[in-house]
């Protein structure tokens, strides 16, 4: 069956970088999603990537998308404790999601 | 527009007691989702619905039935609950269910089954 795997925990220093890995299964993803979760909230969509691309940049976010191996990576520059919350990576629809990946950032 | 809610935000149900959760969304959008979030097992689909008086089943839809009468709301049912069901539940819409359609998320139902 599907599978979207990352890893569950991250640590950085603020002001370094962030990144974090994503594998997934479905080839015929059209798009791969990054979301972000704060604390007692719900999901929102931090950036994507359509599957023809291999990075797409977003001010401080960078999308890395590698077809051949399946792999995903969100890259944050220059971390600030605001980043701190919870990473998923999602593909297809209805949306297939990781089990997300904590990030804490030490100040 | 209010976006996607979901009501109530807290619930305490007793083993095999029934209830509704809800959601609505006023952005017409066609395609609308449950998921129920686990510690250490993300976000999990257990129905969703790709226009009124269409719904599917998900990755873990044993325990919920799903009803789609109108494009607005689309209630997750309980028919019996179960400790197991004890989770924080999350109800999406998407413009479609194809394309990049941005999934939008309420702010959650957080149940505990005693």
């Known amino acids: 069956g599907e599978d979207v795997e990352q890893s569950l925990f991250l640590s950085v220093r603020e002001g370094d970088s962030s990144v974090i890995n994503c594998t997934y299964t479905d080839s015929s993803s059209t798009y791969l999603y990054w979301y972000k979760q704060e604390p007692g909230a719900g999901l929102q969509l931090l950036t994507y990537i359509f599957s023809n691309m291999d990075m797409k940049q977003d001010q401080r976010l960078t999308v890395l998308l590698n077809k051949k191996d399946k792999h995903l990576s969100l890259r944050i520059a220059d971390t600030q404790t605001g980043d701190s919350a919870i990473y998923f990576c999602a593909e297809r629809k209805p949306l297939v999601f990781g089990k997300g990946t904590r990030l804490s950032v030490i100040a | 527009n209010a976006g996607v809610t979901q009501t109530p935000k807290f619930q305490v149900l007793k083993t095999g007691q029934s209830m509704t959760l809800q959601c609505a969304q006023d952005m017409n959008h066609e395609y609308m989702s449950w998921y129920r979030q686990d510690p250490g097992m993300g976000l999990r689909l257990i129905h969703y619905?790709?226009?009124?008086?269409?719904?599917d089943q998900g990755e873990v839809p044993n325990g919920y039935n799903v009803s789609r009468s109108t494009t607005e709301d689309f209630p997750l049912r309980l028919l019996s609950a179960a400790p197991s069901q004890t989770s924080v539940y999350f109800c999406a819409s998407s413009y479609n269910g194809q394309g990049l359609g941005e999934q939008y998320f309420g702010p959650g139902t957080r149940l505990t089954v005693t």
């Open positions: 619905s790709v226009g009124a008086g269409i719904t």
